[in-house]
């Protein structure tokens, strides 16, 4: 039922390395025209570790693994493409819908196209003002056995419950060359990661590992952003609570908050957040993309029976 670009499929069948990438993040999460900068440096990213990009998205009602440019062009212009999460991608299918996958999305529809490594900014988490309110991306996250590359969970939300909640779940987070959980915007937060990796294929060898033990959760690799434009953590936790203030105020609520606590925490640094937004997108796509291909290297020497060459 999913689509697959002819690149992706191609890739696929000769056990090639793919990374998924979401589309809420071009159609809903950066402004224009940021959202194409943000395409052409990720998917440049993936190209240079020798892996293969695949966008996805609920397209006029099919769900696809690879955007073709007409379809990539909507999705940029953002005219009639609605958010959609795990939960609504049988609605906007049935519905024949332009819909923008969320974290919890693209899990769903990458994990059963077979694509095993997802690179994206930053994962939803519990929120703030309503701890009761968790982003679907926390349950997608503790049923799909990925690999998934961010800069942690998006600033705005309540990262000390987020980080708990993912432990509760059984999802390792890994920091990749990190012991500490970056804060999206900021280097760190001074929240302590369950273990660490220095290279890619240490990350391939945990996820192998955490496959082989019959373990059906994502394997969250986070690194922080990087450190040239990376902001103060005490400048965007400020920026953070004046916006939450602001949404409060304006009564946001629901789907609506993150889009708009991302603008006005970019509003706060002067466009500096943005920059930061575009950087980890690249990085964390560039890093998908090794690990990617060090998990195919590891399948490519597996004998029949599972033996490996020496």
Known sequence: MI??????????DAAAPVVALE??????????????????RMTAAVRAEGAHPAITAVARGVPALGLEPDELERFLARDGVRKVSARDLAVAVAQGADGATTVAATLALAHRAGVSVFATGGIGGVHRDAPFDESADLLEL??????VVCAGAKAILDLPATLERLETYGVPVVGYRTADLPGFFSVDTGLAVGARAETPDDVARMFLAHRALGREQALLVVQPPPADVALPRAEVEAAVERALARARAEGVRGSAVTPYLLAAVTDATHGRSLK??????E???RLAASIARALAEHHQNRAPGGKTHR
């Open 3 to 12: 689509r697959l670009q002819g690149e992706i499929r191609a890739a696929l």
């Open 23 to 40: 589309s809420s993040v071009i159609a809903q999460g950066l402004p224009v025209p940021a959202n194409r900068e943000c395409v052409e």
């Open 142 to 147: 503790a049923r799909t056995p990925m690999i």
């Open 276 to 281: 930061v937004n575009l950087a980890l997108l």
């Open 283 to 285: 990085q964390n796509a």
